[in-house]
Nanobody, 124 residues
Framework: QVQLVESGGGLVQPGGSLILSCAASGSIVSINAMGWYLHAPVKDRELVAAITSGGSTNYVDSVKGRFTISRDNAKNTVYLQMSSLKPEDTAVYYC??????????????????WGKGTLVTVSS
């Protein structure tokens, strides 16, 4: 019903930059929050940044001042601009949305969807 396609991951040197994007498609009625999570080896998945439909943002302390989350509501797309990257930022980054969608019969609210993840490797 709803698909998320992430792009923009890859290999970057310490201090470099990357921009991740995540486009949502399908039977979306409205998107509330959009966010990015990371999953690093031997760690649980954790929230990196999130943005509400009104544009309010929050970040994990470790990325404040280095990462910026934004969204294009017309394109149902969320971005994560990553700069001053560090080796400890290496992880698989997952897009997450909370939305309402149409299931063919009625509108369902409070739905959560995940992308398949994109790998970011920060290494020299």
């Amino acid at each position: 019903q709803v698909q998320l396609v992430e792009s923009g991951g890859g290999l970057v040197q310490p201090g470099g930059s990357l921009i991740l994007s995540c486009a949502a498609s399908g039977s979306i009625v409205s998107i509330n929050a959009m966010g990015w999570y990371l999953h690093a080896p031997v760690k649980d998945r954790e929230l990196v940044a999130a943005i509400t439909s009104g544009g309010s943002t929050n970040y994990v302390d470790s990325v404040k001042g280095r990462f910026t989350i934004s969204r294009d509501n017309a394109k149902n797309t969320v971005y994560l601009q990553m700069s001053s990257l560090k080796p400890e930022d290496t992880a698989v980054y997952y897009c997450n949305i909370q939305c309402s969608n149409y299931n063919g019969h009625r509108i369902e609210g409070g739905k959560t969807y995940w992308g398949k993840g994109t790998l970011v490797t920060v290494s020299s």
